[in-house]
């Protein structure tokens, strides 16, 4: 190991002016000749400028800031728990707060900029601080411990937020952008107290690992790997095992305690430091070390070593633009890369925390090969710039290779080939733009906490510029492309900036910027040309089956299409088949009228393709439709030929927000309000529209006697039935279950007793267009025309109601907001006893139908 460091001196060096040679901790004067042989060392000498190297003292006498390697192997564990705690936070949080503000992209956004934005000002002010403590490791404990108080006080303040944002939204509601500004402020506001500490670690942790700033890349790649395997673990753990076992509330807890954890090892290491060193506090740079210990080795032993070429010195600038364009990339490969690769999956969170994993491993092999590779070149600049012009070029490969192949592929393969090579490169550049940003030991700790806080800049910018900008303008396809071009004219940049190389390294440089050229070229004409490797996997299969696309879009929430195969319509939303024309979907409006004939207004949940919307139009209701998708009720007129005259409709409107969110925050009522969820059961997010609380401010929006409908689709098992209906009637005094016509069951509720009398039915049936509505749905029962053969069809699917559905119910699971019961049930599957699909004969035997 060589240190290198450089010593000016403007006065000479007298007892009054005691400079310390800082490879050595020696007085210059207490030699005759410095290391190099070139300067004369003498107590009222002028030493200008030298570089001293003392590899024998080093290896044989490690310096007192230096930490012993048993210790060192502690403190990675240590972080490594960090990470975990870490990413569980933001896991848990992330859903809780969706539970605020709403599970729109704007709200996600917010919620990613508090915990960034904590994170940033965090990495800042703590890297500053630890520069000037006398124990960065004390800090660094302390820290911790911090982040457990900030962690346990989170319910508390979410709550608070609950009560300010209703407060607000009814002031601000016809304001977006004031309402915006509030859900930032909200959310810093709830993070800050958590988030400024986990950002001030990576910078104090650092400090305390390097008291030379060249080997700040060594340690600051080191540190970051693990933290990032941490984090690997706590995606795992907090996905597939936490949330589902414990709830939101104890997996928050359970991070809490890897921090505390955290801290007090460190706090204990700290203390033995502190015996170690013979002193309570850390030596800084410039104290003095007694002369005995530092004796210097015969300097015929050193060989000389050159100054630090142009690639090698410390350039803090270019190393804070690399880190921000890092995190801006990052991020947004991420998002695109969880949009695209769950185009028809179902996007389920199992789906999204695998996507995170390969993420997270790749970025950890990279540092892992930075730290123990690549973290002692004398080309860091150079390097930089093969690195983002390989990154352009994975980027663009895989994307055309995924439109021709990957369809055949499995899904774990497609993660293998697109997101792991990418994330490796991706992985090797933030933790390279370190060699450059310090340029002294004693700003060490502020140097690493401002390329933190650039990298985390860029990643909120990135929750910004990509969903909101960049996909609807560009589509998910080409905002990769644009991504890639921007690190490839990156690398291009770092490779013009590298200075001069040797030549076999020339000829490398050369190439790659042809090669950066070409890629950026290339991507131009990929976002300007029409062409299949940047078209929507959704359009490419369904051209490919010899389907048509009547129409397709995407917004910052999803793409959407409105297609025909064969002579079926159907609503795609992230390439995810929604719904399609059916007499499910019609039943859904007219039958909580039938229980309530007299009443006047309707609110739908979930748009979809306008059926439930448009029947409740043709009973007359004044009626309001929530859609958290913004393209989907654009796609109306596809299927319905008098949309047009649907949405021109004074007693219709729609409203784009996230239904939940709705609820919760709207001062209306309704007699009546339906809820069609988007498939599968299991998607991720959609737990929110099956909770007792989501019910609960359901029943809070109707009136008195009103009916709230829930379709339950039969994609599940008989026990998880059992814990829907079971969560629907501990919110409903009354509650009855009908059968639908294909493939799942009504729940409808009330605080008043049900009554689908042939009465009610019949005065919904008379109503002009409803026997229309009904007959000319593609599936509508063979032989059902008249008013009487509908009456007949719908009293024979009553299924159960009250103490029945009582009966029924028990022994199944609640879902609360808490316990996310729909969303997470890999361990349930895998390890509780089988139990059968729920078609309308299994449910039959599990519960007979009532008799009328």
Not at 171 to 193: D, H, K, N, Q
Not at 440 to 454: I, K, N, P, R, Y
Not at 635 to 658: H, T
Not at 787 to 798: E, T
Request: some cysteine; overall charge neutral; hydrophobic content about 45%.
């Amino acid at each position: 190991m060589i240190v290198m460091l450089r010593l000016e001196a403007r006065a000479p060096v007298t007892d009054g002016v005691r400079r310390i040679c800082p490879a050595v901790r020696q007085l210059p004067g207490s030699f005759s000749r410095c290391p190099r042989g070139h300067y004369p060392c003498r107590a009222d000498s002028i030493v200008s400028e030298c570089f001293y190297v003392w590899r024998d003292y080093v290896r044989a006498r490690p310096s007192p800031s230096r930490v012993p390697i048993p210790d060192k192997q502690t403190i990675l564990l240590v972080f490594m728990l960090s990470g975990f705690a870490g990413l569980v936070y933001e896991v848990v949080w992330a859903r809780q707060l969706v539970l605020v503000f709403g599970n729109t992209t704007q709200a996600i956004s917010a919620i990613l900029t508090g915990f960034f934005g904590g994170m940033a000002l965090g990495s800042v002010l703590g890297g500053r601080l630890a520069d000037r403590v006398r124990s960065p490791l004390r800090m660094y404990a302390i820290l911790e411990l911090l982040v457990v108080v900030g962690v346990l006080i989170t319910p508390v303040a979410f709550g608070g937020l609950r009560e300010i944002y209703r407060g607000a939204f009814g002031a601000l509601e016809t304001s977006p952008l004031l309402l915006a500004l509030v859900r930032f402020g909200l959310s810093i506001l709830a993070l800050a107290p958590a988030t400024v500490f986990m950002g001030a670690s990576l910078p104090t942790l650092s400090r305390h690992l390097v008291s030379d700033h060249t080997r700040l890349g060594e340690e600051f790649g080191e540190l970051y790997m693990v933290n990032t395997m941490g984090a690997i673990f706590g995606a795992l753990v907090a996905g597939v095992v936490l949330i589902e076992v414990l709830g939101l509330n104890q997996t928050l807890l359970v991070g809490a305690a890897c921090s505390g954890t955290a801290g007090l090892i460190a706090l204990r290491l700290s203390r033995r430091v502190d015996r170690r060193t013979g002193t309570t506090v850390e030596a800084a740079p410039n104290d003095i070390a007694p002369t005995a210990a530092r004796e210097p080795a015969s300097s015929a032993s050193l060989p000389p070593t050159p100054r630090p070429g142009p690639g090698r010195s410390s350039r803090p600038a270019l190393a804070l633009i690399v880190a921000f364009v890092s995190g801006l990339t990052s991020l947004g490969y991420q998002t695109l890369w969880n949009r695209d690769l769950s185009s028809g999956t179902g996007s389920t969170n199992y789906i999204f925390t695998f996507i995170l994993v390969f993420f997270l491993t790749g970025i950890a092999i990279g540092s892992y090969l930075f730290s123990r590779r690549l973290s002692r070149s004398e080309h860091p600049v150079m390097l930089l710039g093969l690195a983002e012009v390989a990154l352009a070029l994975l980027v663009l490969v895989t994307l055309g290779v995924e439109t021709q192949y990957f369809l055949a592929f499995p899904f774990v393969m497609q993660l293998v080939l697109v997101v792991a090579p990418a994330t490796v490169v991706m992985g090797i550049v933030f933790p390279m733009s370190s060699m450059l940003v310090a340029d002294s030991d004693e700003h060490v700790g502020g140097s690493a906490g401002l390329l933190l806080g650039a990298n985390t800049f860029g990643a909120i910018c990135g929750t910004f510029v990509v969903p909101f900008l960049l996909i609807p303008a560009l589509t998910t396809p080409r905002s990769i492309v644009l991504l890639a071009g921007i690190n490839a004219v990156t690398g291009l940049a770092l490779l013009n900036a590298s200075g001069s190389v040797s030549l076999p390294i020339h000829r490398v440089a050369r190439i790659a910027r042809i090669t950066a050229g070409i890629a950026t070229a290339a991507a131009v004409l990929l976002m300007i040309v029409p062409n299949q490797i940047v078209a929507d996997p959704l359009v490419n299969r369904v051209h490919r089956d010899n389907g048509q696309v009547l129409a397709s879009a995407e917004d910052s929430v999803a793409s959407v299409q409105a297609v025909k195969e064969g002579n079926l319509l159907s609503l795609y939303v992230g390439g995810t088949s929604m719904t399609s024309l059916s007499v499910d979907t019609r039943l859904m409006a007219h039958l909580p009228l039938m229980a309530r004939p007299g009443a006047t207004s309707m609110c739908v949940i979930a748009f979809g393709m306008g059926s439930g919307f448009h029947s409740a139009l043709i009973d007359g209701l004044t009626t309001e439709a929530v859609e958290l998708v913004p393209t989907v009720p654009g796609m109306f007129g596809n299927f319905f030929a008098d949309a047009p005259q649907a949405m021109a409709n004074p007693k219709g409107s729609v409203a784009i927000a996230d239904g939940r969110n709705f609820l919760e925050l709207t001062t209306s009522k309704f007699d009546l309000m339906i809820v069609d969820p988007p498939p599968p059961m299991n998607s991720s997010g959609t737990a929110v529209l099956f909770s007792r609380e989501f019910y609960q401010a359901g029943r809070s929006r109707l009136t008195d006697g009103g009916v709230m409908l829930e379709w339950e689709y039969n994609g599940q098992t008989v026990d998880e039935m059992r814990s829907h209906v079971r969560t629907f009637r501990s919110v409903f005094a009354h509650v009855t279950l009908v059968f639908s016509q294909s493939a799942g069951v009504y729940m409808l509720g009330s605080d008043k007793p049900i009554d689908l009398s042939p009465a009610g039915i019949q005065a919904v049936l008379s109503k002009p267009g409803v026997l229309d509505d009904l007959r000319t749905a593609p599936d509508s029962p063979t032989g059902v025309e008249s008013a009487a053969g509908w009456q007949d069809y719908i009293l024979s699917h009553i299924w159960i109601s009250d103490a029945a559905v009582d009966q029924f119910a028990a022994g199944g699971t609640m879902i609360t907001d808490d316990r996310p019961y729909t969303e997470y049930d890999l361990l349930r599957h895998l390890l509780e006893p089988n139990s059968p699909q729920a078609t309308q004969a299994e449910l039959l035997k599990a519960m007979p139908r009532q008799a009328p």
